[in-house]
């Protein structure tokens, strides 16, 4: 059961990781103790070896084997510490060079806010109604305020650049106008 609820969390919230790896995605249980349980999957296609580099900016790193599962597909369960840690896959093929991909977090590999015991921010699309104002008076009116002096400003430097223009002087100390 448990491998079926990893091969569907693996098709619906994998991340492609990019360059020598395919895609990437985890599962995560928090066992109450400060630990979570993770399961976590990566496509490596060529690699012999794929370990995960799980990052605490600021605490430390921790690494971790993962074993090779079906085809190019490398995994493993594991227990980390209750935090949205970043994790740098590296894959080592069969003559010993190294690739890394890019950083990723937990979060963004699929697991459940919940098991890091926090809750994603929540976007709420509010349908905007005519009787319910979009900003508070105070902000409004200070939009107002805003536009007004940028519409005086700009009368202003209208005035300035099209505005009367000073009459050259003759030769002689007397301007045109006389």
Known sequence: MAMLRMIGVFVLLSVNLGGGFGDAAAVAT???????SVEIEVEAPGAAIVAAH???PGDGQETRALGARTGDVFGGIMEL???NLVVVFEAIDGRGDSLLSRPVTLLELG???AALGTN???????????????????????????????AASLA???Y???GPKPT???GDGSSEEE
């Open 160 to 162: 300035w650049v099209a």
């Open 30 to 36: 928090d066992r109450g103790d400060g630990t979570i």
């Open 168 to 170: 050259p002087a003759r």
């Open 54 to 56: 799980f990052i605490d």
């Open 120 to 150: 994603a921010p929540t976007v709420l699309l509010v349908e905007e109604s005519a009787d319910q104002p979009r900003f508070s008076p105070e902000i409004e009116r200070g939009i107002w305020i805003a536009v007004g002096f940028a």
């Open 111 to 113: 697991i459940d806010p």
């Open 81 to 83: 510490e209750q935090a």
């Open 156 to 158: 202003l430097l209208a």
